[in-house]
């Protein structure tokens, strides 16, 4: 089993960045995927971003080029760099672990994206 605490979120205006970080209560070494998820009002949760333990990663069509998705196992970390920021992308943006066939999330921080 891991927890998995979401951080960053805030309230930023079109153009601009900000860096999620996820911090996870166990080592995530043999974590196989983790992965940044989002859900804006009245949508389902969507695939934003996944890196693998060999550090693959993977992007959604709508953030590539601008969202960075990185792990640092060392520190049982993981992150979501977010430039050039664009009002559909507010939503709750959620941290997951894919772990021996099970899914864990995190609670969830909200990133507001300002005209």
């Known amino acids: 089993q891991v927890h998995l605490v979401e951080s960053g979120g805030g309230l930023v205006q079109a153009g601009g960045s900000l860096r999620l970080s996820c911090a996870a209560s166990?080592?995530?070494?043999?974590?196989?995927?983790m992965g940044w998820y989002r859900q804006a009002p009245g949508n389902s949760r969507e695939l934003v971003a996944t890196?693998?333990?060999?550090?693959?990663?993977n992007y959604a069509d709508s953030v590539k080029g601008r969202f960075t998705i990185s792990r640092d196992n060392g520190k049982n970390m993981v992150y979501l760099q977010m430039n050039n920021l664009k009002s559909e992308d507010t939503a709750v943006y959620y941290c997951?672990?894919?772990?021996?066939?099970?899914?864990?999330w995190g609670q969830g921080t909200l990133v507001t994206v300002s005209e």
């Open positions: 997951k672990a894919k772990d021996w066939g099970l899914d864990y």
């Open positions: 166990r080592s995530i070494f043999s974590i196989g995927v």
């Open positions: 890196v693998t333990s060999g550090g693959t990663t």
